[in-house]
């Protein structure tokens, strides 16, 4: 039996395969990739009795390769927070699904261990849901963990990086590999060791996202209303690396306002990421699915590619979905 396990790799997928293989420890085959890469389980041929864990990816998105594995035999254990669509029935497909604006996979997930009594440590939920800009839920489990606000800010900072590493057109834009950075994270069971192990990936990956920042600190917005403002920052790689961090500390600057961040790439469009307001956290994928390559959740959502021809469209589109 082949064990799969296929996870996003940004912070929330990343935090949730930790807590999985900390609770439950195993060899298993690692299918990642960027941030935007979703497709994931297309690279997965599973034959008969093999299992596949999937974390925080849209089964809307790979309904037709979890029907196949399905077919083939696999057991799939779905755990995730985006649009889904209709779930298959299947007595082998699992699933723990919830689309609500406040939840993460890495909430979820801590939510099914402690239900099932397996030893593991919340911490890493924290993390993820931190990475995932959903800091009210992650303050509320930090407060029942009794954490001390330096720890619980230590652990939105290493939240925040690992996210942060995600962000780019390829894997040649990170600083790590998702499955570089999970395997780099997983002899720690507790999250803020790390960030006191000065030769652990914290130092590496504050470094990066401190000088990437540097570039948008005084950018001015190419649209601006009461409601919406849109950004567009330049085809370099600090650019594509620090898009989805930066939509972030926008939202979080400017509760009441949605963002979209676009950047420029080499085919003549944008890669666009949307944040709906904190004050109202619902519309963004909503908006990012009228457009080929778009999707994401009620709070945060992208395109990965729009031709520069549909610019104003999405413009208007934009401030018809936040107005």
Request: hydrophobic residues 35%; charged residues 25%.
């Amino acid at each position: 039996m082949t064990i799969y396990d296929v996870f996003n790799g940004d912070a929330d997928g990343i935090c949730a395969l930790l807590q999985l293989r900390h609770a439950a420890p195993c060899q298993s085959e690692l299918i990642t990739g960027i941030k935007r890469d979703i497709k994931l389980l297309e690279k997965v041929n599973a034959r008969q009795n093999d299992h596949i864990n999937v974390l925080d990816i849209s089964l809307d998105k790979n309904r037709p390769d979890v029907l196949r594995n399905l077919a083939n035999g696999a057991d799939i254990f779905y755990v995730d927070h985006h649009f889904c669509g209709d779930i298959p029935a299947n007595s082998k497909l699992t699933t723990l699904i919830d689309t609500q604006a406040d939840i993460c996979t890495s909430l979820l997930i801590n939510q099914h261990l402690h239900s099932h009594k397996k030893e593991h440590s919340p911490l890493w939920a924290i993390t993820g849901a931190f990475g995932d800009n959903l800091n009210v839920s992650a303050q509320t489990l930090a407060k029942e963990q009794q954490l001390k606000q330096d720890e619980m800010e230590c652990l939105k900072s290493l939240g925040i990086y690992i996210n942060y590493n995600g962000y780019g057109a390829s894997l040649d834009d990170l600083h790590f590999a998702p499955d570089e950075l999970f395997k780099k994270l997983l002899p720690y069971k507790n999250p803020l060791n790390p960030i006191d192990d000065s030769s652990s990936v914290y130092q590496e990956l504050k470094s990066g996202y401190d000088a990437d920042n540097a570039h948008v600190a005084d950018l001015k917005p190419e649209h601006k209303t009461d409601k919406v403002a849109l950004f567009i920052l330049p085809n370099k790689t600090w650019a594509r690396r620090i898009s989805g961090v930066y939509s972030n500390d926008l939202v979080n600057q400017f509760p009441a306002r949605a963002h979209a961040v676009l950047t420029e790439n080499d085919d003549n469009g944008y890669l666009i990421s949307v944040r709906a307001p904190l004050n109202n956290k619902t519309g963004a994928d909503e908006l990012c699915r009228q457009f080929e390559g778009g999707g994401g959740r009620k709070a945060a959502a992208g395109i990965n590619h729009l031709p520069q021809e549909e610019l104003a469209i999405f413009i208007k589109k934009l401030t018809q979905q936040f107005n």
